[in-house]
């Protein structure tokens, strides 16, 4: 009985993450989605991914879009802006704020120091 609600919920995890992986950049992604579409309530998904991840879901969804965030500043020329909407930040400004959060400098300076000019 252990295992198979272990297993269970590791899957409901594993879905979240595809979730996650395929709706990123959706501007109205939210925990109450992915609970909607798992059929689990806010409150026992949130328990059960903690556990399972170490991170919380809205931790978990900042830190795949700050990493798609990352690759896009070093791989493209693309402006901040526009990144920061490819991966579901309306407000330029809060994307910049919590990537400089995460990462310690600013998405223009963090391009910078790698090499990759937005001009």
């Known amino acids: ?6 297993r269970s919920t590791q899957s409901f995890v594993f879905k979240a993450k595809e ?10 992604f939210s925990l109450d989605n992915v609970c909607r579409i798992l059929g689990v309530s806010n409150s026992y998904f949130s328990t059960i991914f903690k556990k399972e991840t ?20 070093t791989e493209t ?12 930040y309306t407000d330029p400004n809060y994307f910049s704020y919590v990537f400089k959060r995460r990462f310690g400098v600013s998405p223009s300076k963090y391009r910078m120091e790698h090499g990759v000019s937005e001009n």
């Open 54 to 73: 170490g991170n919380s879901f809205i931790g978990y969804l900042t830190d795949y879009r700050m990493d798609r965030a990352l690759r896009m500043l």
């Open 19 to 28: 979730y996650v992986s395929s709706h990123y950049s959706d501007e109205e």
């Open 1 to 6: 009985m252990i295992s198979a609600r272990s």
């Open 77 to 88: 020329k693309e402006k901040s802006y526009i990144i920061a909407k490819n991966v579901g």
